[in-house]
């Protein structure tokens, strides 16, 4: 039955990961006139790189949110996973729809503050469930880059 709720839990993570990437990669668009007539840091993404890096960093994330989910007392910490993939969600649509590189600067800040919090959660009663919550860090500190880099040349 253990077996069979972690199953269960990594299936619907997994499920709400895969619906939070298919909604981002609608919103990227590098080939528009906008973004194209900015001054873009010398490490700037291009095209399928958005879709593929948050693909990437939520896989990782599905890994955390099942092991979140089998274990009662850490469930409070999903609503902190709710708020970054909503999060998620509105980094790309104010930045590309927007057109706000100072709004996305302040969310994918925002993200990595949640995602701290989570790392520091889950050293205190995880052994090593924070690992997999890094790649996702990590992804998100280079968007945060990106847009201060961004913010400074524009």
Avoid: Q
């Amino acid at each position: 039955m253990k077996y069979f709720k972690l199953m269960l839990a990594f299936c619907a993570s997994l499920a709400v990961m895969f619906a939070a990437v298919y909604f981002i990669s609608f919103f990227p668009d590098t080939g528009g006139e906008w973004y194209t007539s900015l001054k873009k840091p010398s490490f700037a993404p291009y095209g399928i790189i958005y879709e593929m890096g948050f693909f990437a960093a939520f896989d990782f994330a599905v890994i955390s949110c099942a092991f979140t989910m089998m274990k009662k007392e850490l469930r409070i910490f999903l609503a902190v996973w709710a708020g970054i993939i909503a999060l998620s969600l509105l980094w790309p649509l104010t930045l590309f729809k927007w057109h706000s590189a100072y709004g996305a600067l302040g969310i994918s800040f925002a993200i990595i503050i949640g995602l701290t919090f989570l790392i520091h959660h889950y050293i205190k009663n995880t052994r090593e469930l924070w690992l997999a919550i890094i790649p996702t860090t990590a992804w998100f500190v280079y968007i945060f880059a990106f847009n201060f880099g961004l913010c400074m040349l524009n």
